[in-house]
């Protein structure tokens, strides 16, 4: 199944060495933020820092700070405050993977092909970890001198609503009581958008942010900003749906983290639904819809959207 979905992508113009080289280049580049801003030791708290960085610092796709910068390059943004923005959303992230671990959570043991933060340090260490991963965030997207402070509010605003009660958190609230229900597509469709779709979507909002301010009130940046949107809302659930076939058809070891653990703890998946051949069908909508945006934007950011185009079939053509 997973072989076919990667030789049923659509070829990319970016799917080329030098879209590799620059996913390496800001790999490298999210890591070394990432050690600059969550180094492993602290005059505080040594055991904190640890369990803080080795939940932010061992691995990832980094898919979100990719999106950050790939929005970004479409609209010129500022390096310093995308920079800013990348380091941040990938903090969040990672805090949300750590406390979704948790046992009150989804009780995970494996993570990145390696013991879970609350396995290897404790609960109590991971619970704070998370905590501090998540306040560090907005610590990074406030004290760079070189990013505007407009731009800084902005981007607070964005990842602040994304992670709250109407985005990341309660869409994982909506998770928890679902476990053991009957959840119809819609009702999934809107629990995962908010659990994952609305910190891909800000991330994307994010990157344009990072404009400077003249671009943002220009007329054409508010039809960029609704075509991005777009894009979001339909990577972010083509994320998920993937997910869901992997978890259902894949193994622990290639996945690195505990396979089928959707449906021993009977949570609705798209898989449950529609079934893997459905599920699959509807990832590659998806991406369809996710292209279509990206080919309505006014034709100097389309011009600049080759790494938001194979971001988009990387995320529906992945096998872990």
């Avoid at 960085?53 to 910068?69: D, T």
Wanted: glycine share 6%; charged share 20%; with cysteine.
């Amino acid at each position: 199944m997973m072989q076919e979905l990667v030789q049923t992508a659509a070829p990319s113009p970016q799917d080329e060495p030098a879209f590799d080289a620059w996913v390496r280049t800001h790999v490298a580049r999210i890591q070394a933020l990432i050690e600059h801003h969550v180094p492993a030791h602290s005059v505080a708290s040594s055991a904190l820092a640890e369990a803080m960085h080795y939940a932010a610092a061992l691995g990832g796709k980094r898919i979100r700070p990719l999106l950050v910068w790939a929005a970004g390059e479409c609209f010129d943004g500022e390096p310093a405050a995308l920079d800013a923005a990348a380091c941040a959303v990938e903090l969040v992230h990672a805090y949300s993977l750590v406390h979704d671990d948790l046992p009150c959570m989804d009780n995970d043991i494996l993570r990145r092909g390696l013991p879970t933060v609350h396995v290897q340090f404790g609960q109590a260490m991971a619970l704070l970890a998370g905590d501090a991963l998540q306040s560090r965030a907005f610590e990074v997207l406030t004290s760079d001198p070189l990013v505007p402070p407009l731009i800084q509010a902005r981007l607070c605003a964005l990842l602040a609503g994304a992670i709250g009660a109407d985005g990341m958190a309660g869409g994982q609230a909506i998770d928890l009581a679902a476990t053991g229900q009957v959840l119809g597509t819609n009702a999934l469709t809107n629990m995962h958008r908010r659990k994952t779709g609305a910190l891909f979507k800000a991330s994307l909002l994010m990157g344009l942010a990072c404009a400077n301010p003249d671009v943002l009130i220009d007329p054409v940046t508010a039809q960029c900003e609704q075509l991005l949107r777009r894009y979001a809302d339909a990577i972010g659930l083509a994320f998920q749906v993937v997910d869901d076939v992997l978890d259902a058809s894949s193994d622990s070891a290639t996945l690195g983290k505990t396979a089928g653990k959707d449906a021993q703890q009977g949570k609705a998946t798209f898989v449950t639904l529609l079934g893997l051949e459905r599920a699959w069908a509807l990832a590659r909508e998806l991406l369809s819809e996710a292209l279509s945006a990206i080919e309505a934007l006014p034709p100097v950011q389309r011009a600049r959207a080759g790494h938001l185009i194979t971001l988009a079939q990387r995320i529906v053509s992945r096998n872990h």
